[in-house]
DNA sequence: TCTAAGGTTTGATAAATATCAAGCAGCAAT
DNA sequence: ATTGCTGCTTGATATTTATCAAACCTTAGA
């Protein structure tokens, strides 16, 4: 498979302005696979060989140390991952598994360096995504250093309100068990933080979430774009 | 006072490959200002208008949520802040205040943005710079989640006589309270976290760490270039 | 439909971390 | 040397968070 059979690729922001002949260099090392639910497609400390794009389905990024291990974020459709490691040539920093069937893009990451250094598109389009993946895990440290768990369940679910359009009600989009460690607490932690948060009119069935009082959780979360608005 | 005055400016790697009338665009705009301690350089939201490199003394990066801040860094001589805004046009993440008298470079967030967009050795050279600072803040998180506060501990001091040379003796270069505040910790903990290393061969007097035992120390902090590495 | 497996929840308990209050030590200005 | 300021430390206590064990769901597969 051909990555020009994936027009969403082409118009992801990363590859927008880079020059047709250059594109094709991309296109032709570039490689569509699918994998099944959780398998591990990278791990931390290995050489960085591809810049990956999620097409379809979730990946999820997580890090290890002394047995220990925690969610870092979930990729979904048209996110892009490895994109530092593979611009420094440098060994990964964190592992990725799929969470379910998912298709990815592989590109090498010799390619990607190789028209990085020739394309000045190319060039301001990656400056531009690693200055806001920057930006994003600065927002989440300040979240974790900041926040209490229940500060930060309060104000993962006012985010996701928004996502889902402000509905009163919607789907939490991953297990409960990895948006805990994502969160930074334990997944019985998490089940407690949801209950402490009924006062303030959140109820949980299952993956459902229905807010009752959007006014009462805000004054808890009291979310901000300098921590909580990933576009800022 | 020049930009040229400076030539240490000149040598970094930031600015190492840029074309000799680009520099001089940089040159023009740029301010050098010396500052007394405890100076609020920056403020968290305001908009990005220039980019700062720290040519003497100490800038402390933090950042506050609900009445409570949290250490994020501290910057040093040839260290540079606010890239990441910088290019985006986005409002600052993080204050900035002296904690010495210090000097530093301004470079107008305007002149930095239009010579990356016409000069592909600076372009290059932030992409280097800000890949390096996203690794470094995944490490921080990594850091953070996976650790405790004492094994936090453990894998600074063992990271800062790597620093000092390897020399079993070493001065602390931040304050204790602004330490804890970095490794995420109250200041009365970090104190417990002291007492609790001296099994380990650590012995703090003041700014003074010696480390008498370093193969205890280590065995505890398990240290991994894919966290506690800078450069890895 | 039944079963097994894995995720989730609950309760009891333990560990980690924070808070509060007091005393102590270093240091700069007088 | 004395004073006052600030940061550091210590002890007592409270809060937050994690761990452990058990029960409960949900769901995929036999």
Redesign the pocket.
């Known amino acids: 498979m051909k990555l020009s059979d994936i027009p969403e690729i082409q118009s992801l922001p990363l590859f927008r302005d880079v020059e047709d002949g250059n594109l094709d260099v991309l296109m032709r090392g570039a490689y569509v696979q699918n994998f099944p639910p959780r398998i591990e497609l990278i791990t931390e400390g290995e050489p960085s060989d591809f810049l990956h794009i999620v097409i379809e389905g979730t990946v999820e990024m997580f890090a290890s140390w002394n047995g220990r291990d925690t969610t870092m974020a979930t990729v979904k459709s048209l996110g892009t991952f490895i994109l530092a490691a593979t611009i420094r040539d440098a060994p990964y920093l964190m592992s990725a598994r799929t969470l379910e069937k998912s298709r990815l893009v592989l590109l090498p990451s010799e390619d990607v360096r190789s028209v990085f250094q020739k394309d000045s598109g190319f060039a301001h389009a990656i400056v531009a995504e690693l200055a806001q993946c920057y930006r994003s895990v600065i927002k989440n440290t300040k979240n974790l250093k900041l926040r209490?768990?229940?500060e930060r369940l309060a104000n993962y679910l006012v985010r996701k309100q928004i996502g889902a359009g402000g509905a009163s009600s919607f789907e939490l989009d991953i297990?409960?068990?990895r948006l805990a460690s994502y969160l930074?607490?334990?997944?019985?932690?998490?089940?407690?933080a949801?209950?402490a948060l009924q006062p303030y009119g959140v109820t949980?069935d299952?993956a459902r979430v229905t807010i009752t009082n959007p006014k009462d959780l805000l004054d808890l979360a009291k979310p901000t774009p300098l921590i909580d608005d990933p576009a800022h």
Do not use: D, H, Y
């Open positions: 209490t768990s229940i297990e409960k068990r930074g607490m334990t997944p019985e932690n998490l089940s407690r949801i209950k949980v299952g």
